[in-house]
């Protein structure tokens, strides 16, 4: 049996081709209605897709879609890094969501359409203002990805005018703008943190709009996690409730990791590796004293990746606990009695605890909310550790406890050089997709192809552990940890 030929998607708007180009009435296919499966879409659209390809396509928006644009060759044609050797993305090329497949089964995944620079573009180099924002916490990469931005827009588009916005949000009205260039950004990939500065909230929408309108800016790039980019989507929303030429850029930011649909964010990376320097350290202290016990707490409110990933990574470590997998403290399979055998057989033991790990169990009166509206947690590392101290001083025994918490640490480094080639190539798609009048997106790998997500879709869920996939069970088979289900039970990825 031979391969069935490359599936084909094409999508038609009933204001425009698909493409971007306004149209004066619906597009009309050629194909007869069995040749073809039709899906609703937002804002009227019609995804119409080949039956081979089994999928919906999730369109980002196009500046095209509701207005009028003109076309120019992309300023790259000439340039002998991409021009000469023909390295444009085919404007119908889709990245499924789901690569693996029952044979037996009908092929059915959403399908986005591919990142990366094409042939022609709806913005002239000499009509761009651009401006570049940090928004939320910090994580390794963020200076990496001002810089490519910066230097995808100055040398492969030629725009001139570039503008940092200072301290999120808030700063395109509260705060004088600063202009960039390459020699502004050189070298601040070196630097962790970010250099336009960063804050929580401050998402006044029609000001950010009423702001970008006055200046004249028509791109934003937007590099914050999901509240960020929620804000992003409403700015999106502004921008085309006035009519306003305005592509809108979203480059996803979170350290833990949590961000829907894309492999992995940036900063990921580095913070698995830096994680690594205080198990290090906790295995240190742990086995050079009797009943020695290493605890560290690592990021991951909701989602437990970095905890997992870096135990996975450190073969050291002897329990790792995440929000995902409830565990319970006492009583026969319990965390105590795990951590009393291991002490038994090894005279130590090392813990790597997610910060949102437990928190059902920890009696504390934190409430409310910080100024991302995501809900303040309790010291679990520290909970855990008062908790283990007491009971094995109830049993006589005096354990050696060291806790360890690195979080600040790990999201202050720069980012490694893997994170640096990954900020480098979202930089990049994002620029290009906004050059080609994209708006409303995000930018990210898909099964390890580049995609342009709306970012509507990225939005509606976040992305966590999943204790019945296999990378969890990897890594109770390299630590040999119970699942402690008999008690808590293990929760089922909604």
């Not at 039709?38 to 009227?44: C, E, G, L, T, Y």
């Not at 190539?425 to 409303?440: N, P, W």
Request: charged residues 20%; contains cysteine; hydrophobic residues 40%.
């Amino acid at each position: 049996m031979g391969f069935p030929r490359r599936p084909t998607v094409v999508v038609y708007n009933k204001s425009g081709n698909g493409n971007g180009d306004a149209a004066t009435s619906p597009q009309k296919s050629t194909k007869t209605v069995e040749d073809t499966v039709v899906f609703p879409a937002d804002d009227d659209n019609l995804c119409v897709v080949d039956p081979l390809c089994g999928g919906t396509l999730m369109k980002a928006q196009h500046l095209g879609d509701f207005m009028k644009l003109p076309k120019y060759n992309n300023p790259m044609l000439d340039d002998e890094a991409y021009g000469a050797v023909g390295h444009f993305i085919d404007p119908d090329d889709v990245v499924p969501q789901t690569v693996v497949h029952n044979i037996n089964k009908p092929l059915s995944t959403n399908l986005f359409l591919r990142a990366g620079p094409r042939a022609q573009v709806h913005f002239h180099p000499n009509e761009v203002k651009a401006a570049i924002v940090t928004c939320g916490g910090l994580c390794p990469g963020l200076n990496t990805v001002i810089r490519e931005v910066v230097m995808t827009l100055w040398g492969r588009y030629g725009v001139r005018k570039i503008l940092g916005v200072k301290n999120g949000y808030r700063g395109f009205y509260a705060e004088n703008l600063i202009e960039l260039n390459p020699e502004v950004v050189d070298g601040i990939h070196r630097r962790g943190g970010t250099m336009l500065g960063t804050s929580r909230g401050g998402s006044v929408t029609a000001k950010i709009v009423d702001a970008i309108e006055y200046r004249g800016i028509n791109h934003v790039y937007i590099i914050g996690g999901d509240g960020t980019q929620k804000g992003a989507l409403a700015i999106h929303e502004e921008a085309r409730k006035r009519g306003i030429k305005l592509a809108v850029a979203g480059i996803p930011k979170t350290i833990d990791n949590d961000v829907d649909i894309i492999d992995r964010s940036f900063g990921f990376d580095t913070a698995v590796e830096e994680a690594q320097h205080a198990i290090n350290a906790a295995h240190v202290e742990a086995t050079s004293t009797p009943l020695g016990v290493g605890l560290v707490k690592v990021m991951g409110r909701h989602a437990g990746f970095i905890a997992m990933h870096s135990t996975l990574s450190s073969r050291d470590v002897d329990l790792c606990l995440i929000p995902e997998v409830p565990f319970f403290m006492d009583g026969p399979g319990g965390v105590i009695e795990y951590i009393e055998s291991k002490l038994a057989l090894n005279n130590h033991v090392v813990i790597v605890i997610a910060e949102g790990a437990g928190q059902e169990q920890v009696q504390s009166h934190v409430s409310g909310t910080d100024a991302s509206g995501n809900k303040l947690l309790a010291d679990c590392g520290l909970w855990l550790a008062t908790d283990m101290k007491e009971k094995f001083k109830a049993r006589g025994q005096e354990i050696c406890l060291k806790y360890i918490d690195p979080t600040y640490m790990i999201r202050a480094v720069p980012s490694n050089a893997a994170d640096n080639v990954y900020c480098t190539v979202l930089a990049q798609a994002a620029v290009h997709a906004a050059f080609a009048g994209y708006t409303g997106f995000m930018v990210g790998p898909v099964n390890g192809r580049h995609a342009i997500i709306p970012i509507d879709v990225a939005t509606q869920t976040s992305s966590s552990v999943n204790p019945q996939d296999r990378m969890w069970a990897r890594l109770m088979a390299s630590n040999g940890q119970p699942s402690f289900a008999k008690k808590g039970g293990v929760q089922k990825k909604k």
